[in-house]
């Protein structure tokens, strides 16, 4: 696998609490990207990074946010998790444009 | 963005070839065309990406319509471990944003 470790890879939290979620590579790759998937709705686009801090929103950004102070963190933030924020979360990251990505094992997020 | 279109489901058998189409009609010139999969309960893997020419690897083939408004994706010799969903992007020249639309789940029988 390439070098990306997503943490925690299991949560449960209640409805309103903070979650921080952490993507951490060791591969020194560029681009970072956050996806959730639902049943029926395939992976979808969250935020992503084309270099330290430099970010941009995806296709459902609302309700997220996300920091990359070094290159080898991507942190995605629930300010205050709602259940339909329940969901799998998938990191992934790339080298250069054009060129493969890698995604990460996943974390599954409960919000109870 | 562009849109693809996949079919939801496709089936095959094994070691036989799988061609897994995708529309993408409003594709412009910058577009690149990237295929991936996902394996059950994993995250996505690569499978191979190309802008006009039919791409090979060792994994599978692309082939891209001369319009460019179609392509497939060409699997020689199905195995059970391809039994995954398979996601037809388009990724816009300039920008390095990766949106899946839903894919297609193959399914390959014994």
């Known amino acids: 696998d390439a070098g990306i470790t997503q943490s925690p890879r299991h949560k449960v939290t209640e409805t309103g609490t903070p979650v921080t979620l952490r993507c951490h590579q060791t591969e020194n790759h560029r681009y970072m990207y956050w996806y959730r998937q639902d049943p029926g709705h395939g992976l979808r686009l969250i935020h992503y990074?084309?270099?330290?801090?430099?970010?941009d929103k995806g296709e459902v950004s609302d309700g997220y946010s996300v920091s990359r102070s070094k290159t080898e963190d991507f942190l995605l933030t629930l300010e205050s998790a709602t259940s339909s924020q329940t969901s799998v979360y998938f990191c992934?990251?790339?080298?250069?444009?054009?060129?493969?990505?890698?995604f990460g094992q996943g974390t599954r997020l409960t919000v109870v | 963005d562009a849109k693809t279109t996949q079919p939801n489901s496709m089936e095959s058998n094994e070691e036989e070839p799988v061609h897994l189409p995708c529309n993408h009609s409003?594709?412009?010139?910058?577009?690149?065309i990237h295929w991936y999969r996902q394996l059950p309960s994993q995250g996505p893997e690569y499978v191979i990406h190309?802008?006009?020419s039919n791409v090979n690897n060792r994994m599978a083939s692309l082939a891209i319509a001369e319009d460019r408004k179609s392509s497939t994706l060409i699997l020689h010799r199905a195995t059970l471990r391809d039994a995954a969903v398979y996601y037809c992007i388009l990724k816009r020249g300039g920008s390095e944003k990766l949106v899946f639309g839903k894919g297609t789940k193959l399914t390959v029988n014994p």
């Open positions: 990074s084309y270099g330290v801090k430099d970010t």
């Open positions: 190309g802008l006009t």
């Open positions: 409003t594709i412009s010139g910058t577009d690149y």
């Open positions: 992934a990251i790339k080298d250069r444009p054009n060129t493969e990505a890698f």
